[in-house]
């Protein structure tokens, strides 16, 4: 057996929380050969519904988890870890605009960049989910001074795998046969799906399916699905989102062999600003994350890595004071 690797979760006792963490006890996320211990951080008005989760933890006997922590105290949470799973964030309440949230966001993970930097294990590897989490991922990474900005990253596989689900119904195959499709930019509307360089069983997304249906059907829909969902749902995504989160951790661990999307640092390909968290094609071998370097974007494309690009530099600039 493998020696055990501290896992923390924040906002541990919330929706995609609850979705997540049985998950990650039973090694769905690094495998089932590897002993974990959980860290679970929430503010104090949610440590009693947290106290809940740890019980049902606990019942469940798992193997692999060798320790629970249930913490409202950012240094106990992030003591050592080597993952670190950023999902708690404020909601957008009534009123709020888009500046407040991310005002509001701000605090905190400046806060937790700070504490990851202090407290977790040096090739602690982060994940942001909790929204606008570009730059929330963003403002985590300059708070830890002492860290690698590659060791920081955002969540954009749900929307890789809700893009290669939409495409595999409108083609009649298997999800399994669409390969090399990925997501651009940030985790908002701008997003940007991109099936250029995408093969449905071999062959180019393109020519199996309508240009019209692409940019019209195809890119809104993948660019509003969550609120589809809240609309049928009546809250937000939760058990895909968490699925998501999982499966980022576990392809940059363990490896990928084929493209997905993740919001990584930009160092300026494809002339995107560097400095800022986009979303790329990427792949992953040895728990390092490469960008896919090898696609040619025509106008069509490259207008639209623009767009989403412009959006999180707005988003830099309300946020810049927390940098
Ligand atoms: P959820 O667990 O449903 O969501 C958590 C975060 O994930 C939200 O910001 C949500 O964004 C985001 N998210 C990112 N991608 C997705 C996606 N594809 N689908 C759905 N959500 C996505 O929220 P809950 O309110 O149930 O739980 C949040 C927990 O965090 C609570 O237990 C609360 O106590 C805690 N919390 C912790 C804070 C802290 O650490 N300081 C601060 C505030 C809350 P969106 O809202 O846009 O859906």
Request: glycine fraction near 8%; hydrophobic fraction near 45%.
């Amino acid at each position: 057996m493998k020696e055990p690797v501290r896992i923390t979760v924040t906002g541990a006792a919330g929706q995609i929380g609850y979705a997540m963490l049985f998950r990650i006890a039973s090694g769905e996320m690094l495998g089932i050969d590897q002993p974990v211990v959980l860290q679970l951080l929430e503010i104090p008005p949610a440590m009693d519904a947290l106290r809940g989760v740890v019980m049902e933890l606990q019942d469940c006997a798992f193997p692999l988890v060798r320790g629970v922590v249930p913490t409202s105290k950012p240094e106990e949470a992030f003591e050592g870890a080597d993952f670190v799973l950023l999902v708690g964030a404020r909601p957008r309440g009534p009123g709020m605009e888009r500046k407040d949230l991310l005002e509001a966001n701000g605090a905190i993970f400046t806060g937790q960049g700070k504490a990851i930097n202090d407290y977790a294990s040096r090739s602690v590897k982060v994940l942001v989910v909790g929204n606008p989490a570009n730059t929330n991922c963003l403002i985590a990474l300059q708070n830890a001074k002492d860290l690698q900005p590659d060791q920081f990253t955002s969540m954009t596989i749900l929307d890789h795998n809700r893009a290669i689900a939409l495409l595999a119904e409108q083609t009649g195959m298997h999800v399994a046969k669409v390969r090399n499709l990925a997501v651009w930019g940030n985790h908002s509307a701008t997003m940007f799906p991109e099936l250029l360089s995408a093969t449905v069983g071999g062959k180019p997304a393109l020519e199996l399916i309508e240009f019209d249906w692409y940019r019209d059907k195809f890119i809104p829909s993948i660019q509003q699905r969550g609120a589809e969902i809240i609309r049928a749902r009546g809250s937000s995504s939760a058990a895909s989102a968490a699925n998501a989160a999982i499966e980022h951790m576990r392809l940059w661990s363990l490896g990928s062999d084929s493209v997905t999307s993740m919001g990584i640092v930009s160092r300026g390909d494809y002339d995107i600003t560097e400095g800022i968290v986009y979303s790329f094609p990427v792949s992953c071998e040895a728990g390092k994350i490469e960008i896919d370097r090898s696609r040619s974007l025509d106008d069509f494309c490259v207008e639209r890595l623009q767009v989403t690009e412009r959006e999180l530099l707005e988003e830099r600039d309300a946020i810049k004071h927390l940098l």
